[in-house]
């Protein structure tokens, strides 16, 4: 199998650092698209992904053959078309390019908020359905988005997954510390919500890093054959 030629999506934010630093770091091919340029050494795509064709510019000129699209405006805006416009149909754009260009694999970002309806979440999988009244518009866009890159599995070759990290924290990180630290500014400490027993999983940035380039090397291998207990227990004999 020849390598892979890795285009991340969103490469300049938080997360797409960590993805970009580990690729180059194993020796691959890397290039970045993103609305912000922060890099001097890593080939730079700059533009949006809501314009496909910017999109397939990139994947062409770069000759791409996995994409990681980690790209979202943050969370907790109150904007809700910009939600939309970004996560959904830039998504899609992204999808459309892939397809129209060839490229084999596709490993989105999606958010462990798109399942989580303000009640505790225990001993789930992934088959929890979405929930009928979305947390706010930031998590049913990226269940969309999420959705339309599950479907899109299989169209024109193309491979592709979704990973849910839930809090995601290390070095970069521009959002977590800074509204910790923000609460210790305006003495907001003393204040408590709930009974201290809230649980919140967080994942550090290099494994969710890590995460996405195994999902994309995964994408690869066929999965194995269920074992036999999956498939419908043998009729009984007569006399059982
Ligand atoms: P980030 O804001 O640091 O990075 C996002 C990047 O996307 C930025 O560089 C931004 O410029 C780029 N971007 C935004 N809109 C774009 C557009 N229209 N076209 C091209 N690029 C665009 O965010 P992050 O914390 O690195 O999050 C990465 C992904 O992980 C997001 O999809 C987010 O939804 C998801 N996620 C993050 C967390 C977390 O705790 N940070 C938790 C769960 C899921």
Redesign the pocket.
Known sequence: MSKDIYLV?????????HIVQQLLDRGDIVSV????Q?YDDVPFYS????DEDQVAAALRKSGTTCII???????GLTDSALYF???VD?TKAVIAAAVACKVRKLVF?????VVFNGTDIVDVDERLPFPEVPMDA?NES?AKAEEAVLEANGKGGLLTVAL??????GP?????MMGLYQVYERGQTHFQVGNNTNLFDWTY?GN?ARAHILAADKLDIPPPAPPISAFEKAPSTVGD
């Open positions: 999506i969103g490469g300049s934010g938080f997360l797409g650092r698209f993103d609305i912000v922060r533009g949006d992904i809501t699209h980690t790209a979202s405006p943050p969370a416009k970004v996560n830039g970002t999606s958010s462990a908020g930031y990226k849910r990290p839930a809090g995601i924290f970069g990180d521009r959002q977590v940035v969710v």
